[in-house]
């Protein structure tokens, strides 16, 4: 990945900085210039290169995971599927599952649960390809590059449009972020408890389990 300086485009990058924070420079993609992008170039990224971006406001922001923070997500989803599927409560997604959480607005989170209620005679559409959906649950493991402003914004659209739950993995301290609303916050450390409350009433885990990438 470059780590060049983006050149010039319709924000400046003093604008991109103040919205997003220290984002390094190559996750705010060029082309199309941010303020521009569309649906269209976060389906076409995906077709052409495999690259995720989420969509904000016309700028495209490239999802970024290392292979540890994949593993962890991995055993979340793991446990989030072995816990939903058995009960018919409705799907877990991975870290590639585009939900538009309003037109112009595509999150992608690491993982989420999604409710039967949201689904169309119990089954997830297969198109559109950005389905209009949000999550129930919504997982981020947080990445050395995620910042303060861009997670704080995401929080607040999921509860925007209807999330009951957060969970904000952090690898580097081996603590998790709980999130009831914008407001409500509890903070676990690794000898703790996640709680799937009131999503998945009776969920448990083991925080320090989430982090076990190992075998």
Request: hydrophobic share 45%.
């Amino acid at each position: 990945m470059s780590t060049t300086t983006l050149p010039a485009v319709s924000l400046n990058l003093a604008e991109l900085a103040a919205r997003f924070g220290p984002m390094p420079a190559w996750r705010i993609l060029s082309d199309p210039p941010p303020g521009e992008a569309t649906e269209d170039d976060v389906l076409r990224l995906h077709a052409e290169s495999k690259q995720l971006c989420e969509l904000v406001d016309a700028i495209l922001v490239r999802k970024t995971m290392g292979a540890y923070e994949s593993g962890v997500g991995g055993i979340i989803i793991a446990i989030l599927f072995n816990y939903v599927r058995p009960r018919r409560l409705g799907i877990v997604l991975p870290a590639d599952g585009m939900l538009q959480l309003w037109a112009g607005r595509v999150r992608i989170p690491d993982v989420c649960f999604i409710s039967r209620d949201q689904l169309p005679e119990g089954q997830l559409p297969r198109l559109p390809a950005i389905p209009d959906l949000y999550p129930d649950l919504a997982v981020e493991v947080l990445s050395p590059s995620n910042t303060t402003a861009e997670m704080t914004e995401k929080l607040h659209d999921y509860f925007q449009v209807g999330t009951r739950l957060v969970w904000y993995i952090n690898p580097g301290t081996r603590q998790a972020e709980v999130y009831t609303s914008v407001e409500e916050k509890t903070v676990i450390d690794a000898t703790g408890l996640l709680s799937g409350d009131p999503v998945l009433p009776g969920l448990v885990i083991p925080l320090a389990e989430v982090f076990d990438v190992g075998v």
